[in-house]
């Protein structure tokens, strides 16, 4: 049987992480994992996730399964967040999954099964393990212009011209806020745009929300998502609690079916904890288990908002220092987009052979795309990589 296995094509990400380790030089730097990192290059437990975990440890009594779709307070908890009161709470059906991935993975599982011959349209770019779990699946992808390499924002005009293209019953997944790879986002002008757009052609909206409160607030990056929600028959939410939480390896995430048709609640909730069941039955909870006793603690919840919105404020000051180090090498406004972007990642526009150089001859680690993670940098090595991005003729 194993030697009728196939070699698998490397993870691109894992495979520069791994590079990035080998490196010998001392004067390098890692913009390529996509976790945060504060200005020591850790990647923190934040404050309330400690005092929940010690309070979890002091007056938990079971380690018991607990539901299908996860702990009812955890959905309760993460709904409320994300969706605040865009939809009554009969419209949405949610379960518990491993992670953000999880949720896009029983996601487009739920597609399969309910529109087998639905195709994706997915933006160019987007997450690499989007396309490579619908890929897995065999599922048929579409991709859709979407960032504008000369401009460093949204090529909002071939996107959507490329979803007319779609047909009623397509799924359209979009990013609802913090666009990775690129940071890019939509205006509330475009959102509302494309949402005519989807009731004018009956198509399907799924969004993946991975960094709420990392772009403009906890708030404000929640109010596409919510306009979406509110405003379109059906759709489905994938959430993650990795970044927002700092709980990565806890593999926290939520999948919200909304329909609203509330009388559909029910069988979406079932579909949900069948579908949990046929891939790992019981969700994880432990990383569920705290964020649902931070958002219900007053306290725990303020301490988390506080330490969050210092995280934020962080990375729009890299940004800011970035674009204004690059304006000052090269006397030009052209890298002011990426004061613009939002979120943990902006995509420089250049070609993998500059990338590359950037690697070889200055030790600074980047997707191929030009993708970087701003939270990689640090007020010492901001001024580090403006200096290479000119030296090689990004």
Same mark, same amino acid.
């Given at each position: 049987?194993?030697?009728?296995?196939?070699s698998q094509p490397a993870d691109k990400i894992l495979a520069l992480m791994q590079a990035f380790k080998d490196d010998p030089r001392e004067q390098k730097i890692d913009l390529g994992v996509g976790v945060y990192k504060n200005a020591e290059g850790v990647t923190p437990v934040m404050r309330a996730i400690k005092a929940a975990e010690h309070r979890l440890w002091e007056e938990q009594q079971t380690k018991a399964y607990v539901g299908l779709a996860g702990d009812p307070a955890f %959905?309760? !908890?993460? +709904?409320? /967040? +994300?969706?605040?009161? &865009?939809?009554p709470r009969e419209a949405v059906a949610a379960a518990a999954t491993p992670g953000g991935t999880g949720a896009c993975r029983q996601a487009f #599982?739920? +597609?399969r099964m309910a529109t087998p011959g639905a195709r994706v349209f997915v933006s160019d770019p987007t997450w690499p393990n989007h396309l490579s779990i619908l890929s897995y699946l065999g599922m048929d992808v579409v991709p859709y212009r979407y960032f504008d390499n000369e401009t460093g924002g949204v090529d909002f005009d071939g996107m959507l011209a490329d979803l007319r293209a779609a047909r009623a019953g397509d799924v359209v997944l979009l990013h609802g806020c913090c666009h990775n790879p690129t940071g890019a986002n939509l205006n509330p002008v475009e959102w509302q745009a494309v949402i005519?757009?989807?009731? #004018?052609?009956?198509l399907i909206p799924m969004i993946d929300i991975a960094y709420q409160g990392f772009g403009d607030g906890l708030e404000a990056d929640a109010a596409a998502t919510r306009m979406v929600a509110s405003r379109v028959?059906?759709?489905? +939410? %994938? !959430?993650?609690?990795?970044k927002n939480f700092g709980i990565y390896r806890e593999r926290t995430g939520l999948l919200m079916a909304v329909s609203q048709d509330t009388a559909q609640r029910k069988l979406n909730q079932d579909t949900l904890a069948f579908l949990n069941r046929q891939n790992y039955s019981f969700p994880p909870d432990h990383g569920a288990r705290l964020v649902t006793m931070i958002l219900n603690? #007053? &306290?725990l919840r303020a301490d988390w908002? !506080?330490? /969050? #919105?210092d995280v934020r404020l962080s990375m729009l000051s890299l940004r800011q220092a970035l674009a204004d180090e690059l304006q000052r090498l090269t006397g030009s406004d052209r890298f002011a987009f990426l004061a613009q972007h939002r979120g943990m990642f902006s995509r420089l526009g250049t070609t993998p052979d500059l990338v590359e150089k950037l690697r070889a001859e200055h030790g600074i680690y980047m997707i191929g795309d030009s993708r970087m993670n701003i939270a990689g940098l640090n007020a010492n090595t901001v001024p580090v990589l403006a200096r290479a991005i000119v030296d090689v003729g990004v």
């Open positions: 049987m194993f030697d009728q296995l196939k %959905a309760d !908890a993460m +709904i409320g /967040l +994300i969706l605040g009161d &865009a939809v #599982e739920l +597609i005519d757009l989807l009731n #004018e052609s009956g028959p059906e759709c489905l +939410i %994938a !959430a993650s609690c990795s603690d #007053e &306290a908002m !506080a330490e /969050l #919105e």
